[in-house]
């Protein structure tokens, strides 16, 4: 069955670094991907998202490529600010039938001033 | 406009009673989705709505758990004879239709704890 594999927490980084969090995916076809973040107290909120190969998803800084090759969908910001501390979750929609989110464990990141 | 609503926002209960599980999806959505929330499990689908086809209900984990739709809108998620293990924070989605290319948009959970 499809499954997201995502990088484990908890990531620490201090204001303006440079943040990765990887994610690698199993899914037959072509999955549409997902970041959603979840901030402290809040609901989950889309991020950004890609639907086909080589397809950027970008949002608030953040962005992340389609790579079907290796079917990744890393999530990169240049400069990080305290703001961004929140559970960040990849997911996926596969390209069958199915209709729901697969969801990666969940990075929390927290970034210190 | 206003969003996806859930309640209630807390529930505990004792094992082994009955709970009912309330969400209100944005207005003019015809999907509607349940998940769960839960520290050993992470996010996982529980079922599926759209428009008034039958809904998917594979990720259901027991016979406990069922969900109806009524009229296109409000869902209630209902667990039967609750055990420790169905504690869990139960959040619902909705979105426009059933393209994977539509945003879920979440509502804020119910938070349930049973004792």
């Known amino acids: 069955g499809d499954s997201v594999t995502q990088m484990e927490g908890p990531v620490t980084l201090s204001e303006e670094a440079f943040l990765t969090i990887n994610c690698t995916y199993t899914a037959t076809g072509y999955p549409s991907l997902f970041w959603y973040v979840q901030y402290p107290g809040e609901g989950l909120q889309l991020l950004l998202k890609?639907?086909?190969?080589?397809d950027k998803g970008s949002n608030k800084g953040f962005e992340a490529t389609y790579r079907k090759e290796t079917t990744s969908f890393h999530l990169e910001k240049g400069s990080v600010q305290v703001s961004d501390s929140a559970v960040y979750f990849c997911?996926?929609?596969?390209?069958?039938?199915?209709?729901?989110?697969?969801f990666g464990s969940g990075t929390q990141l927290t970034v210190l001033p | 406009g206003a969003g996806v609503s859930q309640s209630p926002s807390n529930k505990v209960t004792e094992k082994g009673k009955d709970v009912e599980l309330r969400c209100d999806p944005i207005?003019?959505?015809?999907?509607l989705y349940w998940y769960r929330q839960s520290l050993g499990q992470g996010l996982e689908f529980l079922i599926y709505f759209q428009g008034n086809s039958a809904p998917d209900k594979s990720g259901l984990p027991s016979d406990r758990f069922s969900a109806e739709r009524t009229g296109g809108s409000v869902s209630t998620l209902t667990i039967q004879r609750t055990q420790q293990e169905d504690s869990a924070v139960y959040l619902c989605?909705?979105?426009?239709?059933?393209?994977?290319?539509?945003?879920?948009?979440f509502g804020p959970g119910t938070r349930l704890t049973v004792t």
């Open positions: 997911a996926l929609i596969s390209s069958g039938s199915a209709r729901q989110l697969t």
């Open positions: 989605a909705s979105s426009l239709g059933g393209m994977s290319s539509y945003e879920q948009y």
């Open positions: 207005s003019g959505h015809t999907a």
């Open positions: 890609a639907t086909k190969a080589d």
